[in-house]
């Protein structure tokens, strides 16, 4: 694994202020995401780092302005985030927060990334908005919307050249994000009830015969409908997941091993859901850090071998 400061030299980043900018960043994305930060610095060449990081922290800094709070408040947020973007982005004047200079310099190193910054945010509002699914097509329209978006972010970064590889590649994609988001909506059901919102449709509660307030409770007789429902919702992010396995071919080699990860680490997620079943409702889940730091090894392991044998 290489130093930061290795990956920012080989960026061409120089200026101490910008590296301080993205030293937030990578700072940032270490806490949101540990497992997948630990993927970027084992598996991805070092020049990604910085513009990865940096893109990871933007999405989730939008979704914290966005994700609590009464929906009109959520939508001022929105609006006014939007506009710190767009100025950062046309230079219009003083570029104050140090996420938006590093964010702005990223969309210059890879063009791509600008685009993908304005459908971002262009399908933020559904997240704004979202007070929960009335059927499985809001649920699929918030995933093309949003969650699709928000992946493409980093995902824009390891894309193939190739165009006809590439719209593959970005429909391998949706396939992804929609068995992550199935997982987390599984593994936050007791955050999102709090907040009087779940990310499972309420056509597919009543399928089970639930409601919404049924999942505020953790003991009941209602339990084995959970546990059903549960094994339904993970039963489609497998088939997801299953579904996007030769995703990672379509990229060039040195971004494999980090793909090839990325699913498995759902996996892990998504095992940790399906052993909790009913007793989502008192504590979520969360992968078993041990296995995931063993996957990590194994495939550090794998990607120096790769290296090696490309040389």
């Known amino acids: 694994?290489?130093?930061?400061?290795?990956?920012?030299?080989?960026?061409?980043?120089?200026?101490?202020?910008?590296?301080?900018?993205?030293?937030?960043?990578?700072?940032?994305?270490?806490?949101?995401?540990?497992?997948?930060?630990?993927?970027?610095?084992?598996?991805?060449?070092?020049?990604?780092?910085?513009?990865?990081?940096?893109?990871?922290?933007?999405?989730?800094?939008?979704?914290?302005?966005?994700?609590?709070?009464?929906?009109?408040?959520?939508?001022?947020?929105?609006?006014?985030?939007?506009?710190?973007?767009?100025?950062?982005f046309e230079r219009q004047g003083a570029v104050e927060q140090p996420m938006l200079r590093a964010l702005a310099d990223t969309a210059r190193r890879h063009p791509v990334l600008a685009a993908r910054v304005r459908a971002f945010l262009d399908g933020a509002p559904a997240e704004a908005a979202w007070t929960g699914f009335g059927s499985e097509n809001d649920f699929q329209a918030y995933v093309d919307s949003y969650s699709l978006p928000a992946l493409m972010l980093t995902a824009s970064l390891v894309e193939p050249p190739s165009p006809a590889d590439a719209l593959s590649f970005r429909t391998g994609c949706r396939t992804l994000i929609e068995a992550m988001q199935r997982i987390d909506f599984l593994a936050d059901l007791p955050e999102d009830v709090a907040q009087g919102r779940v990310g499972v449709p309420r056509d597919t509660l009543a399928q089970h015969g639930l409601k919404t307030e049924d999942l505020a409770r953790s003991s009941g007789d209602h339990l084995p409908a959970v546990e059903r429902l549960v094994a339904e919702q993970a039963g489609l992010a497998g088939a997801g997941l299953d579904g996007c396995g030769d995703m990672p071919d379509l990229a060039e080699p040195g971004h494999r091993p980090f793909l090839d990860t990325l699913i498995a680490v759902q996996r892990l997620r998504l095992r940790a859901v399906e052993r909790k079943g009913a007793a989502l409702l008192a504590h979520g889940a969360r992968p078993d850090t041990l296995a995931t730091l063993r996957l990590l090894m194994r495939a550090s392991r794998s990607a120096r071998r790769l290296r090696r044998a490309v040389r």
Not at 22 to 48: D, I, N, S
Not at 58 to 80: K, N, V, Y
């Open 1 to 88: 694994m290489s130093s930061w400061s290795g990956a920012l030299d080989r960026c061409g980043i120089s200026d101490p202020s910008l590296r301080r900018d993205y030293g937030m960043q990578r700072t940032l994305a270490r806490r949101f995401a540990p497992a997948e930060y630990m993927a970027v610095r084992l598996l991805l060449p070092a020049p990604l780092h910085p513009s990865v990081f940096t893109a990871v922290a933007f999405m989730h800094e939008t979704d914290e302005r966005i994700d609590s709070g009464e929906p009109s408040a959520r939508q001022a947020a929105l609006r006014a985030w939007d506009r710190d973007v767009t100025a950062a």
